[in-house]
């Protein structure tokens, strides 16, 4: 059976060089890595030297790693004995391993960040896991506020981005702005990272090195845990390890992927009814073209809420080349990748207000507190519409939310779809549908920033 790339949700239309997997997308994997889950009422992980050490020694097995959050392992063997495998006492279930790949100044405006920054909240005292491609603790908007690494690819001791993507959702979470004078400030700019290193240079990884940073950030301190990757193959392993991670207090968020428009095309792990799922909006305010629909494809409404996630200027990794780049310490990209990032470190500010914010509640606030968009909320395209951080924090206050944007009446920009570097698809107009009656849109703006 031919294992999937998952692929990050790497921007629709701002191509790393080094990077030509499009989000979502699939390939043939040679890895003969399984993940095994026991049941929970077993003690079998913490007795290997008995039936799976034994099963290993006669079926040419080797246990690669121990998922502690949820009571499994990663096992390499030969195809051909995977059914011997799922037939074991105790075993819940068996997965074939997958890839998974990498699919600010106006952008926080439009959110209502900056009137959340008067009020003293800048995510002090909070730590967003995020687990990606690396982070380049170099950079002088990050410096100093990556206090804990794991890299599960290379095994580097400090922390690095060889690819670019973990760095500029970083920057998108809580950059400092220091290398632009605050005009390329993130969400919560005094929140401190946990950088879990578990994509390549080429922007991709295995499920199974997905799960080990997933269960190192469930057993972290860290309140939040940020993940703007995906595929298009439902992982019930990684499912159980966000619902543990839940139950365990973290606030889970991930990006909804960039295969929009059609729809059911919400992939893993954003289809987790347990994550809050982010969708994008692009620079009217309206859902961008290449954010994915839901329904999931067991009929739930995803995404849970959007963020603005086209044309975003966040920061940029040593000795990343783009075109897109802004200067040596900023790049512009576009993707749900972004908009993920942006929920994480609104989230941050919310903890900072209240250190005991459950994920649930959480929840709760941001689709409460939610512009709506669409017909009816919650919906396919929006969930429960544009976050409002602003309106969170006066609903934490038990004030009644106000939309801190006023929208005003604005052009219709109409044009053919364009297809990207690397990207196999067509990205449609963000303004695709004529004018009509009462139509209004946020004012435009020409760059965003985290």
């Not at 990684?238 to 059609?262: E, F, T, Y």
């Not at 006023?406 to 990205?427: E, F, H, L, S």
């Amino acid at each position: 059976m031919a294992a999937v790339i998952i692929s990050i949700i790497l921007l629709a239309g701002a191509m790393l060089a080094n990077a030509g997997t499009p989000a979502a997308a699939t390939r043939a994997n040679d890895s003969n890595t399984y993940i095994v889950v026991f049941n929970e009422s077993n003690s079998m992980v913490n007795a290997l030297d008995d039936q799976i050490t034994s099963f290993a020694s006669d079926y040419n097995a080797r246990i690669i790693y121990r998922y502690d959050a949820i009571n499994g392992v990663a096992i390499s063997m030969p195809s051909g004995n995977a059914d011997s495998l799922k037939a074991l006492k105790d075993v819940k279930y068996v997965e074939k391993d997958v890839t998974f790949s990498v699919s600010l100044d106006k952008a926080t405006g439009i959110m209502g960040v900056p009137q959340v920054w008067d009020l003293g909240y800048t995510g002090k005292g909070v730590k967003v896991a995020l687990v990606d491609t690396g982070i380049d603790a170099s950079h002088p908007d990050l410096k100093g506020r990556v206090v804990e690494w794991k890299d599960f690819v290379n095994g580097r001791n400090t922390p690095y981005d060889d690819h670019g993507h973990g760095t500029h959702c970083a920057g998108i979470i809580g950059g400092s702005g220091a290398a632009s004078n605050g005009k390329y400030k993130g969400v919560a700019p005094e929140v401190e990272f946990i950088g879990i290193k578990v994509l390549g240079n080429d922007g991709s990884g295995n499920l199974s090195t997905i799960m080990k940073g997933l269960d190192y950030a469930a057993r972290s301190d860290a309140q939040i845990i940020s993940m703007s990757l995906g595929s298009d193959e439902h992982s019930q392993a990684i499912d159980d390890l966000i619902s543990k991670a839940v139950k365990n207090g973290k606030i889970v968020v991930c990006a909804a992927g960039n295969s929009g428009p059609g729809r059911q095309t919400i992939g893993c792990p954003s289809d987790s009814p347990d994550a809050i799922t982010v969708g994008a909006t692009d620079k009217g305010d309206m859902i961008a073209s290449f954010s994915s629909r839901g329904p999931t494809k067991d009929g739930r409404i995803k995404p849970d809420i959007t963020a603005p996630g086209k044309d975003i200027i966040s920061c940029r990794a040593a000795g990343i080349m783009n075109n897109k780049a802004i200067d040596k310490y900023y790049i512009k990209m576009s993707g749900t990748s972004m908009a993920c990032p942006m929920v994480s470190g609104s989230i941050a500010l919310l903890v900072q207000m209240d250190p005991k914010l459950t994920p649930q509640r959480a929840k709760e606030i941001l689709e409460k507190t939610a512009k709506p968009e669409g017909s009816k909320c919650p919906n396919n395209d929006y969930g429960y519409g544009r976050i409002n951080v602003k309106g969170a924090i006066d609903f934490m206050n038990g004030k009644k939310p106000v939309e801190p944007v006023k929208p005003t009446p604005g052009p219709v920009y109409p044009g053919p779809g364009t297809a990207y570097p690397g990207y196999p698809y067509p990205i449609y107009p963000t303004y695709p549908y004529p004018a009509y009656p009462g139509y209004i849109q946020y004012p435009a703006y020409s760059e965003v920033q985290a």
